[in-house]
C-alpha cells in the first residue's frame, strides 16, 4: 500500500470519526496536495477502508525521546518510528535529554535532528528551569523563540512555590503552555511503588498518593492567583482527579492528563517484582482507576498521553529499587484505552478520539486533531476489532508491561500531510 498512495486520493467506506465537527458516520474522506479538501477530481486515487475507522491522527503532549544524550534508550528516528505505529502524528517531546532543553543552543540542535530524522510531527518542549534543578528559571523567552511551546521539567517537579509561581506568570506572557509533573519530594525519598497493602507485602518503599495531591493542590491554587493556565500530568490519584474537578467549578484555568497504564494497571501487578510496570507515578489502586475513569467520563480530564518513556533492558534488568522508573506506551495507547474505555462501554469512540488528537491540539494551538477542510491531512486508519500480539516494538527499548501480550483494537494506517508513514497491512 506504501507506494501505491498518491497526491490526491479519496478514502471511502470508513466510519469517519471527527471530534472536532461531532462528526460519526461512514462517508468520503479526500486528501490533496496533504491537506484535507471538500471534494477530490476525477482522476483522484480511491482507497478502500470498508471496515476501518478514520479519525484524526494522534497527539502525545507528553514523550520522551531521549535524544540527545541517551540514545541507547531511544532516538528521534526509533521513537517518532514507534509514534505513527500508534497513530500519533504530533508528540511533544520533554527536555529531560542529557543536555536538558533549558537554552537556545540545545533546541535548536534537536530541531536540526528533528528536521532530518523524525518520521512525525515533533513539537519540543522546554525546562521550566535551568537543568530541571529547581532553582531558577530557565530562560522562557528564548526558548520560545526557537519554537519550544511548552515547558516542564518533566522527571523533576518545582518544589519552590514561588519559583512556579513566576514560571505561570513569565510562560503567560510568553505565550508558553505550562506542564507540571506533580511530586512532593519529601514523601517520595524512599518510594518504589504505591503506597499500600502492596508495597507492604512486597516489602518495597511506599510511594503516597499525598506526594501527588499536594502538588495538584497547590499548582490550582497558584493558577487561580495568577491568572495563567496549568496542565497537570500523569494524575494517577482519586484525590488528585476531585481536586481538579472543584479547581474547575471554582473557575481555574486548569487541565489534565491521564496515562493508559493509569487507566488500566493496579499496584498488584507488581507482585512479581516485574520492573516493567515500574513507573512515575506509580500505578495505584483500582478505587484510583474508578476515579480517573470518571474523571475522564466527566470532563475532569480532558487528555490521554503516553508518557512514553524508554529504558534499555540493561537499565530495568536489575533489581527493583535500582531500575528507573518508566515504560514506553506508543504502540498500545489506542489499544490498551480502547479496551478500558470504549470496550468496556465507559465512554463512545468519538470521546477516546477527542481525548487522543482533537483536545490536546486544542490545548496545545497546534494545526492537528482534526479533518476539516484545508487542515494538514493527518489521520489514522483504526480496526476496532482486530487482535494482536505486541511482540516486536518498534521503539529502540522494549520495556513494556504488554509485551507478548493479546491486545484487541488496532491502528492498521497512519499518514502525515497525506502521505502514508505506516501501514500494517
Known amino acids: 500500500m506504501k507506494s501505491s498512495i498518491k497526491k490526491e486520493f479519496v478514502v471511502r467506506n470508513a466510519r469517519v470519526v471527527d471530534p472536532s465537527s ?8 479526500c486528501v490533496s496536495n496533504g491537506v484535507f479538501v471538500k471534494k477530490a477530481s476525477a482522476k483522484a486515487q480511491v482507497v478502500d477502508a470498508h471496515g476501518l475507522v478514520l479519525a484524526p491522527g494522534f497527539v502525545d503532549m507528553h514523550a520522551h525521546l531521549r535524544e540527545p544524550g541517551q540514545t541507547s534508550k531511544e532516538t528521534i528516528a526509533t521513537g517518532t518510528a514507534a509514534a505513527a505505529a500508534g497513530g500519533f502524528t504530533s508528540v511533544v517531546a520533554m527536555p529531560n535529554t542529557s543536555p536538558a532543553v533549558d537554552s537556545a543552543s540545545t533546541v535548536k540542535l534537536i530541531n536540526d535532528i528533528i528536521a532530518k530524522t523524525a518520521k512525525v510531527k515533533v513539537y519540543q518542549s522546554g525546562c521550566i528551569t ?27 517537579c518545582v518544589q519552590s512555590s514561588e519559583i512556579m509561581r513566576n514560571a505561570m506568570v513569565y510562560a503567560k506572557m510568553f505565550g508558553l503552555f505550562v506542564m507540571d509533573h506533580c511530586q512532593d519530594y519529601s514523601l517520595t525519598s524512599s518510594g518504589q511503588m504505591n503506597e499500600g497493602e502492596w508495597s507492604v507485602r512486597l516489602g518495597l518503599g511506599g510511594w503516597p498518593s499525598a506526594a501527588e495531591d499536594i502538588i495538584v493542590a497547590r499548582d490550582t491554587i497558584l493558577a487561580q492567583y495568577t491568572k495563567s493556565h496549568i496542565h497537570l500530568q500523569h494524575i494517577s490519584s482519586a484525590l488528585s482527579v476531585d481536586l481538579i474537578r472543584q479547581a474547575k467549578k471554582r473557575g481555574v484555568s486548569v487541565s489534565a492528563e491521564a496515562t493508559p497504564h493509569h487507566i488500566a494497571l493496579t499496584d498488584d501487578c507488581l507482585k512479581g517484582y516485574d520492573t516493567n510496570f515500574k513507573m512515575c507515578p506509580p500505578v495505584r489502586t483500582r478505587a484510583d482507576i474508578n476515579a480517573i475513569i470518571k474523571g475522564i467520563e466527566d470532563g475532569t480530564i480532558e487528555v490521554i498521553a503516553t508518557d512514553h518513556a524508554p529504558h534499555s533492558e540493561t537499565d530495568k534488568d536489575m533489581e527493583f529499587d535500582a531500575a528507573p522508573f518508566g515504560i514506553i506506551g506508543f504502540e498500545t495507547a489506542f489499544s490498551v484505552c480502547h479496551q478500558a474505555l470504549v470496550a468496556s462501554g465507559k465512554i463512545e469512540l468519538i470521546r477516546l478520539i477527542e481525548l487522543m488528537s482533537t483536545r490536546p491540539a486544542q490545548l496545545l494551538g497546534i494545526d492537528a486533531g482534526t479533518l476539516a477542510e484545508g487542515k494538514p491531512a493527518d489521520f489514522v486508519l483504526i480496526n476496532e476489532r482486530e487482535e494482536y500480539f505486541y511482540n516486536e516494538p518498534l521503539s529502540r527499548s ?4 504488554w509485551l507478548g501480550k493479546k ?17 500494517v497491512r
Open 407 to 423: 491486545l484487541t483494537g488496532r491502528v492498521v494506517s497512519t499518514f502525515v500531510d497525506g502521505k502514508l508513514i505506516y501501514d
Open 130 to 156: 535551568e537543568g530541571r534543578k529547581g532553582e531558577k528559571l530557565a530562560p522562557l523567552g528564548s526558548l520560545k523563540k526557537q519554537g519550544v511551546i511548552a515547558v516542564t521539567d518533566d522527571g523533576s
Open 398 to 401: 522494549k520495556n513494556s508491561p
Open 22 to 29: 461531532g462528526l460519526d458516520k461512514v462517508c468520503d474522506v
